[in-house]
């Protein structure tokens, strides 16, 4: 309601600022000709002016406007000094019979002085709405420098504890000294101990962090001010400093106090990166931010969190202990964090008799809680589609594999042609995962198109692994080539659908190579980027740490132990042909095998 009215009041204004402007500038749109006092004469002797005014401006000059009776669309004026031609005007009236109105004037009309201010106020209090909007609440244009931190009390919005997070046992443990301080400062200060002035949490996207940052501050009951990186910057110039130290302003004001800044990595970026040099606007805002955290003033009780998924894009300053203490990695969680986390998201959802948690954890691997929250959502909305009771074991499963692949596509018509590569694929990846040691089990094969798979292979492991050998890396590259030997094999030709299979061989064979220092050829060396994480602002204008000549042998090394792979690859479904194309029937006919049904026509 507030906002339609001020939009009414802005379109109210800029009709009264438009009519204003009418009636000071506009007027019967008549052509105004600048004259003398000689064309005056002369129209007059003519007998071509009835009526004329004079202006008599400050005693000293004189302005007379005119029409001509002829083309009265005309108007003619001219200015003087009002002792040269007063009597002049005077006397060539008297002598034309023209009617004179004669009127004295101060130099600036009141009126125009009152049209002037009005138009002037209209316009200043238009830009002020503007600058209001903008500034996004009250105080208007002067707010920009004001911090945009949402406080959330304990005892308003802030119901968040540990008990809503889960898989994270050791991180807990972390920030429970910190939960303490904030409860009992008097427990550590005896013993002379600092708390950390700063914790970043960091971790790949949906591992928890923004929801472990709330749970300390519901688990401390301390006000806990939330903002995100984005906010501090504007495109005025000093608004993000302002706002920092604004936010440390308030923030010391109703310490202990956690102060949250989320996606820390938009203004905490290393310095230098950008264009702007030293006075780049987010620059100053993290020197801002350093300064307020470990500068000219010791902010006791005010604890700093942060959270980013690219720490490797931080300013070393930000990193250093007296600013952020203390770096906590959120990973994604093991088989039994992912159970934890099922129990929290299913906790108000009713599931079936035969739906174990457990089960499901295994069959998750490298899942994050944003992605098994999601799973349970969308097993949910499958139960009430298919007008389920309770959800179900099979609803759970549809929803993982939405997950991993995409929505189902069981209206696109394929040919029988396409039908068969397919399945002749889809059974290669199969087959030669059977008969590699260091691959994962075969949990399902599909030929039913999800998301922009024709078909799919889905392989989980019987346990989580948290490091792999360079013979596990050449078995998943053997594995991953399956599908086009397969299709070479069955069919005489191979199709585009193996493009997404080769890239990933060709990019574990180049990390083999040039990131883990895996070969003899190459050496315990590390060409390149290490991470595979760019950061334009960093690694722009580095040239290459080898040289072309290392460059070429990377490339035939790499291409050297492809071959390898191709053909072990093919030897293997060479020897067991007979299995290949009687799994890639029952495929076709069935569309879908399990695991044990897999295995059977394997054994």
């Known amino acids: 309601m507030k906002e339609n009215i001020k939009r009414i009041v802005i379109g109210l204004m800029i009709a009264a600022l438009i009519i204003m402007s009418f009636m000071f500038y506009g007027g019967d749109n008549k052509q105004e000709i600048k004259s003398s006092y000689l064309e005056f004469t002369q129209m007059a002797d003519r007998g071509d002016i009835d009526t004329a005014k004079v202006d008599v401006i400050d005693n000293s000059r004189v302005v007379v406007t005119w029409q001509s009776n002829k083309d009265s669309s005309k108007t003619y004026t001219f200015e003087d000094n009002v002792n040269l031609i007063s009597d002049g005007i005077n006397q060539v009236a008297k002598k034309d019979n023209i009617a004179l109105t004669t009127s004295s004037n101060s130099s600036v009309n009141a009126f125009d002085i009152i049209n ?59 920030l429970q000294e910190i939960i303490e301080f904030l409860k009992k400062p008097d427990k550590f200060t005896k013993f002379g101990a600092k708390i950390p002035k700063g914790v970043m949490l960091s971790g790949a996207p949906g591992t928890g962090k923004t929801l472990v940052a709330k749970a300390v501050a519901g688990e401390a009951h301390v006000p806990f001010y939330s903002i995100s990186g984005s906010e501090f910057v504007e495109l005025y110039v000093g608004v993000g400093a302002s ?27 290393q310095r230098g990166a950008g264009v702007g040099g030293g006075h780049d606007e987010r620059e100053q805002t993290l020197n801002q931010l350093l300064v307020e955290m470990d500068g000219f003033e010791i902010n006791e009780a005010v604890i700093v969190m942060a959270a980013t998924n690219r720490p490797d ?49 295994k069959r998750t691997p490298g899942f994050n809680g944003a992605d098994l929250a999601n799973i349970i959502n969308e097993a ?26 995409g929505p189902e596509k069981k209206s696109k018509v394929m040919n029988d042609k396409e039908r068969k590569l397919i399945a002749f694929h889809e059974t290669g990846h199969a087959v030669t995962s059977y008969y590699l040691d260091r691959t994962d089990p075969v949990h399902k094969i599909s030929i039913i198109p999800r998301g922009l798979a024709g078909g799919y292979t889905i392989s989980l492991p019987d346990e ?43 990019s574990i064979i180049r990390s083999m190579i040039t990131v883990y220092g895996m070969t003899d ?22 040239e290459k740490n080898y040289s072309e000549e290392i460059a070429a042998k990377i490339d035939n090394t790499s291409k050297a132990y492809m071959d390898m792979c191709y053909k072990r690859t093919k030897s293997i479904l060479m020897e067991h042909r007979d299995k290949l194309t009687k799994v890639a029937e029952k495929l076709m006919v069935q569309e879908v095998l399990s695991r044990d049904e897999f295995e059977a026509l394997m054994e």
């Open 521 to 542: 050829e190459l050496g315990a060396l590390t060409y390149g980027h290490k991470s595979g994480e760019v950061f334009l602002g960093r690694d722009f204008g580095k």
């Open 313 to 361: 894009v931080l300013d070393a300053a930000l990193l250093r202990p007296g600013r952020f203490d203390r770096q906590i990695f959120i990973s994604p969680p093991d088989v039994k964090g992912r159970e934890e986390i099922l129990k929290i998201h299913s906790q108000n959802k009713p599931l079936a008799d035969e739906v174990d948690l457990s089960i499901i954890a």
């Open 116 to 174: 002037i201010l009005l138009i002037g106020g209209v316009f200043v209090f238009f830009l002020f709405m503007i600058f209001n909007k903008n500034s996004g609440g009250a105080g208007g244009a002067m707010q920009f420098g004001k911090s945009k931190a949402k406080l959330a009390s304990e005892d308003v919005t802030n119901k968040t504890t540990f008990n809503d997070v889960a898989g994270i046992d050791e991180v807990r443990e972390e």
């Open 464 to 506: 989580d692994k948290n490091y792999i050998t360079k013979n596990d890396m050449l078995d998943s590259v053997c594995l991953l080539l399956g599908g086009r030997i397969s299709e070479e094999l069955e069919l005489g030709e191979i199709s585009t659908g193996a493009s997404n299979d080769l890239e990933k061989a060709s």
């Open 380 to 405: 949910a909305l499958l139960a009430v589609r298919k007008n389920e009771l309770k959800i179900s074991m099979q609803s759970i499963e549809q929803a993982i594999e939405r997950e991993i692949a």
């Open 243 to 269: 706002r920092v130290r604004d936010l440390f302003d308030r923030a010391k004001k109703t310490s202990p106090c956690i102060v949250f800044i989320d996606e820390i990595d938009a203004v905490g970026r």
